[in-house]
């Protein structure tokens, strides 16, 4: 599979999580973390040329709470994923980094098993 096809499933993944209705708001996704911990997020945009999503976590421990990631090719064969948080209250800065690294681990792992995936939709 080649760097553009590896961008677009990485890009399709993540436009997937919020193609589902949780509650009474289309567009929002409930998540419950490894350590049981419950958000809801909300998409905020969506950018299919940028490949590019931004959304927020409406309700958990934030008082703020606005993200993006976008994919892109580094031009030199490469895939980079860009994943930058704001958050409040700034006590939650540690945890928010540690669960943004395991996510940046799976997108890793989604883009090193790309190779051996035979149809994104």
């Known amino acids: 599979m080649g760097r553009s096809a590896r961008l677009g499933c990485v890009a399709h993944a993540a436009r997937r999580r ?9 567009g929002d996704r409930v998540i419950t973390f490894f350590d049981g911990s419950v958000v809801r997020e909300r998409l905020v945009s969506c ?3 940028a490949r590019r999503l931004a959304w927020s976590i409406v309700d958990g421990p934030y008082r703020h709470h606005n993200a993006s990631a976008q994919v892109s090719d580094d031009g030199h ?9 704001d958050i409040l209250p700034a006590t939650l800065t540690d945890r928010t980094a540690e669960m943004m690294e ?14 051996r995936v035979v149809g994104t939709r």
């Not at 064969?77 to 948080?85: D, E, H, K, L, S």
């Not at 395991?102 to 190779?115: F, N, P, Q």
């Open 47 to 49: 950018d299919e040329d």
């Open 77 to 85: 064969g490469a895939t980079v994923f860009v994943w930058i948080a």
């Open 102 to 115: 395991l996510g940046i681990d799976a997108v890793r792992r989604t883009l090193e098993s790309a190779d």
């Open 18 to 26: 919020f193609r589902h209705r949780f509650g009474d708001r289309p």
